[in-house]
């Protein structure tokens, strides 16, 4: 009963601040969506937060393996691009950007929650990280744009996106950027070519 009840919290935490936002997420609001005594999210969990970051803890998982298959098999940018768009539509459709967001927000007023936010950013970075060096690494656009400064990059512009989608209801100019990178990626081709020799000359150089 215990664990039904715990998962009853995280899913109905889930749908509040989806829906209702992190300024609506309070105990009670999220007991009635699960049917429980408001009391339990305290027993549980300890309070609120810890409730919201558990439910975004789910989501992050269920959306990393998603995301793992995506680029799975990626070889190219263009590949790379097709598949963050893929998840893109995916995550906004399913709300995941949302809850992510709506925390980062909170965290403007509540500075305890920063490092929390932190914390859960990281593995998205290295996850997109360790692609990105398997795709273009020991490249002229590698060095040119190192892996963890593009992962950074591709972070910051995914959680902006997001908020943008506020202004942008019908997504046509978000989608006009991706549409940007899809006609880009081909044409940086020559700079994610690995060429034969080149590691052996610069250690010659060195």
Wanted: hydrophobic share 45%; net charge positive.
């Amino acid at each position: 009963m215990t664990v039904d009840t715990k998962e009853r919290l995280i899913r109905a935490a889930d749908t509040v601040l989806r829906t209702q936002g992190y300024a609506k997420s309070s105990a009670r609001t999220i007991a009635k969506e699960a049917g429980v005594n408001s009391a339990l999210v305290f027993y549980h969990f300890g309070g609120v937060d810890p409730l919201l970051f558990a439910a975004l803890d789910r989501s992050s998982a269920e959306r990393m393996e998603l995301l793992a298959e995506a680029v799975a098999g990626a070889r190219t940018l263009e590949d790379l691009v097709d598949a963050g768009t893929r998840v893109y539509r995916s995550d906004i459709e399913a709300g995941h950007l949302t809850l992510f967001s709506e925390l980062v927000a909170a965290a403007v007023a509540k500075p305890e929650l920063r490092e929390e936010i932190r914390v859960r950013a990281e593995p998205w970075i290295a996850f997109v990280e360790q692609t990105l060096e398997r795709v273009i690494g020991g490249t002229p656009l590698a060095r040119l744009t190192p892996p963890r400064d593009l992962a950074n990059a591709a972070i910051t512009f995914y959680l902006g996106v997001n908020l943008f989608t506020v202004l942008d209801s019908d997504r046509s100019r978000t989608e006009s950027v991706f549409a940007m990178a899809r006609r880009l990626a081909p044409r940086a081709r020559l700079l994610t070519r690995r060429l034969p020799g080149l590691g052996a000359k610069r250690r010659a150089h060195d």
